[in-house]
């Protein structure tokens, strides 16, 4: 089974920055598409920045110029650069990939949730 491993949240004040990680342990063949989730208080879970092996990179609106999405191969891990933090970027961090397992199935996992908490 693949586990996605997430660090880095926190408090933090507005204007400050954060980096989120996500990283992939067990046995697995590739991971395919990357992407970060989040969920505010009362509002529904949205995509904030996403790597896509056939699509390229997307970014919410509401985080353009902000974030930025990267991984490491060689470490098997996901980023978030979190620069220039609003209040309104408070939430749950979900990492999420579609990870190529053994046998070539695809299946996607997600990340416990890291909180990030932005203050004013």
């Known amino acids: 089974q693949v586990q996605l491993v997430e660090s880095g949240g926190g408090l933090v004040q507005a204007g400050g920055s954060l980096r989120l990680s996500c990283a992939a342990s067990?046995?697995?063949?590739?991971?395919?598409?990357v992407a970060w989730y989040r969920q505010a208080p009362g509002k529904q879970r949205e995509l904030v920045a996403e790597?896509?092996?056939?699509?390229?990179?997307y970014y919410a609106d509401s985080v353009k110029a902000r974030f930025t999405i990267s991984k490491d191969n060689a470490k098997n891990t996901i980023y978030l650069q979190m620069n220039s933090l609003k209040p309104e970027d408070t939430g749950v961090y979900y990492c999420?990939?579609?990870?190529?397992?053994?046998?070539?199935?695809?299946?996607?996992?997600w990340g416990q949730g890291t909180q990030v908490t932005v203050s004013s």
């Open positions: 790597i896509s092996s056939g699509s390229g990179t």
């Open positions: 999420n990939s579609r990870i190529t397992l053994p046998n070539l199935v695809r299946r996607q996992f």
């Open positions: 067990g046995s697995f063949f590739r991971i395919n598409d």
